[in-house]
């Protein structure tokens, strides 16, 4: 939530802000799966997983559970499809109509503080180094350094600047 610089949850956010009322039961579903195992753990794992998968059909989100660091920011609803097998790092700022899938049998590995673009299909074993920035539109089917602008089709360095003056890092602000 510090990275869309709201720092206090209110009630009243989950008709207002419909992306964060969906990263707020990403993570509550997260924990409820991970740490709590008594009886009524399990009941209220259930629950919140049922609701974070209606959410997620109504925002147009197909992210599964664990694949992103703390801070994530999505910035606005659409359809945003990522993979099971890909892991993304901390403050993370996506946009909407971001694939991130498989290709050639493995699932990229997205670093920390990075900026991914509207309309950005990132896929195959590949690694994006932190502070990158994925421009809209770009096709990622290879590494990209840490600390670039990557844009088109296929993506290539465009700019040495990275995500510094894109991202607020959230992550740091949340104190995690």
Sequence with gaps: MAARDVHTW????????????????????????NCRRDPIGRV???????????????????????AFGP??????????????????GRNCRIHSD???????????????????????KIFGPITIGDDAVI??????DEDVPAGVTVGGIPAKVISERGSRELLIDGAALAGL
Excluded: C, M
């Design 71 to 88: 801070g994530l920011s999505l910035a606005h609803y659409g359809s945003v499809v990522v993979n099971g097998h890909a892991r993304v």
């Design 135 to 140: 421009g809209a539109n770009a096709v990622v």
């Design 44 to 66: 209220q794992a259930r629950i919140a997983a049922w609701r974070f998968k209606r959410r997620s059909v109504v925002l147009g989100f197909t992210i599964p559970r664990g």
């Design 98 to 120: 971001v694939n991130i899938g498989v290709a050639g049998g493995g699932a990229p590995t997205i670093g920390d503080n990075v900026y991914i673009g509207p309309g950005a």
């Design 10 to 33: 209110r009630p009243w956010h989950r008709f207002t802000r419909y992306e964060l009322h969906f990263q707020r039961l990403l993570r509550r579903v997260e924990y409820l799966e």
